[in-house]
């Protein structure tokens, strides 16, 4: 006679082992998935960490054939990039987000839902070249404002879609809820859905921020770079990706040295904003 | 008192596409009144509370006829702000649904504050008012400033009663507040319609036929969208006029 138990033995040290085989197995999967990620990391941290001191954060370049000198025009020029970029992609990716999950139905939704994948599956380039026709040739100069624009309509699919999916997760009845209190349906939408889920928002728009600061094919024909400082939109401004670029391509060591450390504190910068991302997201969370 | 009815249905119509949910029904409630709306589920109760503030139409391909008088105002007449009347008519619904990401305060002032209502003083009497009648005040005196999802699923509802009477309706609509609730919930809750007839006018559905017959003044019975029978609770519960809501009551089908 069997019993319960041996029935319940059958084969329980086979499954077990294999159990642990396929964990094992996973875990060096990702291990291996992981490691040039962290080599990447190591590396660039090994080759910037050296040439990154004030004078770099604080100088501008040094002219050709001079050592020292930095990237502060690059820096705060990749800021300046980030904050027009933003203005556009909010604005417009939120609108966006808010019509497909509060007003969108039937065939233009679905046209805009998916007219916004496709965006965001354009390569940046192809936008780039998209702003130069539109801006740049007709106002016959490279320029913060195209480089702006550019970035930010990388943005825009990105911030709507993950908008309409945040806005989606508040329920029907919270809707109901305020429509049911008299409130038109507007303000429904902004202060009290929109409001409510707030912090993932900017999560999303966070992390889409920190897509586009590394973004640099885009920039080479509509920013283009500057050497100095530039304080006009209309004029070319300097960006931290451009500047690795032409630095690394150059001929000079010192150059080199200075594009590993603009490498480093462009990885610096996204990682924060990363960072910075996941502190905001907390969600169901009041903060008055 | 004052015996003009403030709420008269006439011949109210409601439809989701094709479905006739609300078919010809008419009633009539007196102010400061409870009415339990009762029948079996799907037989039409919400939808027709919901055609009451006009939330009905806000569902996609729904649509409602007839007449709604508020006091003297047919909701339904032409150039009617259903926006107006929801005012008039507040709404606590089956699952409590607070404001995401909002504090015990702002749920509650959410409904004055967003029509415009700026002054601290004036809001803080409002809320603490509210409160009171929703019987939350002593519990949520001292966290007005937490977020609104601390609270547990029975102070929720509370929250929600005291965010729909913060912006003073006339008639209070509740559909099924206490069916998610525990036994001592339900009694708060209870106890709370009892002393809010004071205030407002009520109408409740509720699936709790003791529940309706413990707190309400007068019953109506929907069955298929119909109005089968409606008159005073303690007549409904004794001795019904219809066979199909005698069916009903005594727990024949339903
Ligand atoms: N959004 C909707 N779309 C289509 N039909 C609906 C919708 N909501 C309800 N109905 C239908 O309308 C009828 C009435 O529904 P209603 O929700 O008013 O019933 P109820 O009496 O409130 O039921 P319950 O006691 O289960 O809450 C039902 O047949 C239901 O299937
Ligand atoms: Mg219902």
Redesign the interface.
């Known amino acids: 006679m069997i019993t319960f138990s041996e029935i319940a033995a059958q084969g329980y040290t086979k499954r077990k082992f294999k159990n642990r085989l396929m964990c094992l197995l996973f875990f060096v999967a990702a291990l291996v998935a992981l490691t040039p990620l962290f080599s990447i990391m190591g590396y660039v941290f090994i080759k910037g960490v050296g040439s990154i001191n004030w004078s770099f954060l604080t100088q501008l370049p040094a002219p050709v054939g001079e050592s020292g000198g930095g990237m502060a025009n690059a820096l705060v020029g990749t800021c300046v990039l980030i904050v027009l970029a933003s203005i556009i992609g909010m604005t417009s990716g939120l609108a966006t987000g808010i019509y497909l999950s509060e007003y969108g139905r039937g065939k233009l939704a679905t046209i805009i839902r998916f007219s916004a994948d496709m965006l965001s599956s354009v390569p940046s380039i192809v936008i780039g070249l998209f702003v130069y026709i539109l801006i740049v040739r007709p106002m016959q100069s490279f320029s913060a404002l195209a480089g702006g624009v550019a970035l930010g309509v990388i943005m825009i699919p990105t911030i709507a879609r993950s908008a309409e999916e945040l806005l989606k997760l508040v329920p029907a009845s919270v809707r109901e809820a305020g429509l049911a209190l008299g409130l038109p349906r507007w303000k429904v939408t902004i202060w009290i859905v929109l409001k409510g889920s707030l912090s993932g928002i900017i999560t999303g728009v966070m992390l889409a921020i920190a897509r586009v600061a590394g973004e640099t094919a885009p920039l080479l024909f509509t920013a283009l770079g500057n050497r100095f400082w530039s304080w006009n939109l209309t004029q070319p401004i300097g960006s931290l990706p451009v500047q690795i670029f032409t630095y690394s391509i150059s001929p000079f060591e010192e150059w080199h040295r200075q594009a590993w450390a603009g490498a480093l504190v462009l990885v610096l910068l996204v990682f924060s904003i990363n960072l910075g991302a996941r502190f905001v997201f907390r969600p169901q969370i009041s903060r008055d | 008192m004052d015996m003009q009815p403030i709420v008269r249905v006439r011949k109210l119509n409601a439809w989701f596409g094709a479905a006739h949910a609300v078919k010809n029904v008419s009633l009539e409630v007196e102010p400061h009144s409870v009415t339990a709306i009762i029948g079996p589920s799907g037989c039409g109760k919400s939808t027709f509370i919901r055609c009451l503030?006009r939330?009905h139409e806000?569902v996609?391909d729904a649509r409602a006829h007839g007449e709604v008088f508020l006091g003297d105002t047919n909701i339904y007449g032409e150039g009617i702000d259903p926006?107006?009347?929801?005012?008039?008519i507040?709404?606590v619904?089956q699952?409590p649904?607070?404001?995401?990401?909002?504090?015990v305060f702002?749920n509650v002032a959410?409904?004055l504050k967003?029509?415009g209502i700026r002054k601290k003083a004036l809001l803080m009497e409002r809320v603490e008012r509210s409160l009171r009648h929703a019987a939350l005040w002593d519990e949520v005196k001292a966290k007005l400033?937490?977020?609104?999802?601390s609270l547990s699923g029975g102070q929720l509802q509370r929250l929600?009663i005291a965010?729909?009477l913060a912006?003073e309706p006339s008639v209070l609509l509740m559909d099924e507040p206490t069916s998610a609730l525990d036994p001592i919930a339900t009694k708060k809750i209870e106890e709370l319609i009892v002393n809010l007839r004071k205030e407002v006018t009520i109408i409740i559905v509720t699936h709790n036929m003791q529940q309706a017959a413990r707190i309400s003044d007068r019953t109506a019975f929907l069955l298929l969208g119909e109005l089968i029978e409606f008159g005073a609770t303690s007549e409904i519960f004794t001795v019904p006029k219809e066979k199909q809501t005698e069916a009903y009551i005594t727990g024949k089908f339903g």
Do not use: T
Not at chain 2, 83 to 88: P, Y
Not at chain 2, 145 to 149: L, R, T
């Open positions: 503030n939330l806000e996609p926006v107006v009347i929801r005012r008039k507040g709404m619904f699952k649904n607070p404001f995401p990401a909002a504090s702002d959410a409904g967003l029509a400033g937490s977020p609104g999802m929600c965010r729909a912006v």
